[in-house]
């Protein structure tokens, strides 16, 4: 049998702050069905996002160590929009918790000088329609893509992203943060397949799980695991321990194991009224241009994600 060829991807990421975006990375580089055409990161301090990034990217030490990784956007649309006037309340501006895991810049491959995005569209221009750009931060640089350049919407097969909530009322992280460039992109007519937060919530790693992690003695593994103890540390409260969830993971393997999910075709919007504003709806649809991962069919997909991280 001949050999598949790796799907190409481009990730779009908010790294820094939980573990699931570093994981997500993490995942790419241990899958072999993928291949990492790039990496732009988004919101906030986007060139310290990048260096995290290249930092894993390093340690991998095999072919993704000098991969291109930019710095996007910090700001979401339509610029600098002071989230305390949104009606829903004020979005708290994450922290780089995971930073002080980032090597120097002096001790990483020369960053780009372009914006994250102006690489990506360079990229779509000279291999048309087929690399996925999966998203798992806010939607600001993908949606700042397609206002640049609508034209290259042709060149996208379609979008995965790491976006929304279809089944419990709340307005999900990534798109609260930039509610605008969601819509955007949920109105462009390229295909999207959405990773929603109850599924990723789902998909949460065990303390024995963890403690597998934390005995690597990989580059990778120590890497990761002083990620994930910086997160603990932050956001585990007295009596309560927090574990990795696997949103962003989870995203990726929409696109390398679709075959994990129940989907759902139709449409889905963003709401902009006061009461229910960044909440995501979804109208059922056969001809419709989205996908909802709806549920994972079975957890054992979450072993064979962390497998594959451990691998590294």
Same mark, same amino acid.
């Given at each position: 049998?001949?050999?598949?060829?790796?799907?190409?991807?481009?990730?779009?990421?908010?790294?820094?702050?939980?573990?699931?975006?570093?994981? *997500?990375l993490s995942l790419i580089c241990a899958s072999p069905e993928l291949k990492l055409a790039g990496v732009s990161t988004v919101l906030g301090e986007t060139e310290n996002?990048?260096?995290?990034?290249?930092?894993?990217?390093?340690?991998?030490?095999?072919?993704?160590?000098?991969?291109?990784?930019?710095?996007?956007?910090?700001?979401?649309?339509?610029?600098?929009?002071?989230?305390?006037?949104?009606?829903?309340?004020?979005?708290?501006?994450?922290?780089?918790?995971?930073?002080?895991?980032?090597?120097?810049?002096?001790?990483?491959?020369?960053?780009?000088?372009?914006?994250?995005?102006?690489?990506?569209?360079?990229?779509?221009?000279?291999?048309?329609?087929?690399?996925?750009?999966?998203?798992?931060?806010?939607?600001?640089?993908?949606?700042?893509?397609?206002?640049?350049?609508?034209?290259?919407?042709?060149?996208?097969?379609?979008?995965?992203?790491?976006?929304?909530?279809?089944?419990?009322?709340?307005?999900?992280?990534?798109?609260?943060?930039?509610?605008?460039?969601?819509?955007?992109? *949920?109105?462009?007519?390229?295909?999207?397949d959405f990773l929603p937060w109850s599924v990723g919530m789902a998909c949460t790693i065990t303390p024995g799980q963890l403690q597998r992690l934390f005995a690597s003695?990989?580059?990778?593994?120590?890497?990761?695991?002083?990620?994930?103890?910086?997160?603990?540390?932050?956001?585990?409260?007295?009596?309560?321990?927090?574990?990795?969830?696997?949103?962003?993971?989870?995203?990726?393997?929409?696109?390398?194991?679709?075959?994990?999910?129940?989907?759902?075709?139709?449409?889905?919007?963003?709401?902009?009224?006061?009461?229910?504003?960044?909440?995501?709806?979804?109208?059922?649809?056969?001809?419709?241009?989205?996908?909802?991962?709806?549920?994972?069919?079975?957890?054992?997909?979450?072993?064979?994600?962390?497998?594959?991280?451990?691998?590294?």
């Open positions: 049998m001949p050999k598949e060829i790796p799907q190409s991807v481009w990730l779009d990421t908010d790294i820094g702050d939980d573990t699931d975006d570093i994981l *997500a996002r990048a260096r995290l990034a290249r930092t894993l990217l390093a340690s991998t030490a095999g072919p993704y160590a000098r991969l291109r990784v930019a710095a996007g956007g910090g700001h979401p649309l339509p610029g600098r929009v002071t989230p305390d006037i949104w009606p829903n309340g004020p979005v708290a501006r994450p922290w780089l918790v995971q930073l002080p895991c980032a090597r120097p810049a002096s001790a990483l491959p020369r960053k780009p000088s372009q914006h994250g995005m102006d690489l990506l569209a360079a990229h779509l221009r000279r291999h048309p329609r087929k690399t996925i750009p999966i998203g798992t931060g806010p939607m600001t640089n993908l949606a700042t893509l397609l206002l640049r350049e609508p034209d290259l919407k042709r060149a996208i097969p379609r979008f995965a992203l790491m976006a929304g909530e279809f089944q419990l009322p709340r307005a999900e992280w990534n798109v609260r943060c930039d509610p605008l460039a969601l819509a955007c992109l *949920a109105e462009s007519g390229v295909p999207i003695r990989t580059p990778t593994g120590r890497l990761l695991s002083r990620a994930i103890r910086l997160w603990q540390k932050a956001k585990s409260k007295p009596g309560r321990i927090e574990y990795p969830h696997l949103y962003d993971p989870m995203a990726v393997a929409m696109v390398s194991h679709p075959e994990w999910f129940e989907w759902r075709r139709g449409r889905v919007a963003v709401s902009f009224a006061p009461r229910t504003f960044a909440r995501t709806t979804f109208t059922p649809d056969t001809r419709g241009p989205h996908r909802v991962a709806w549920k994972i069919k079975s957890l054992r997909s979450v072993e064979a994600v962390w497998a594959r991280i451990l691998s590294l």
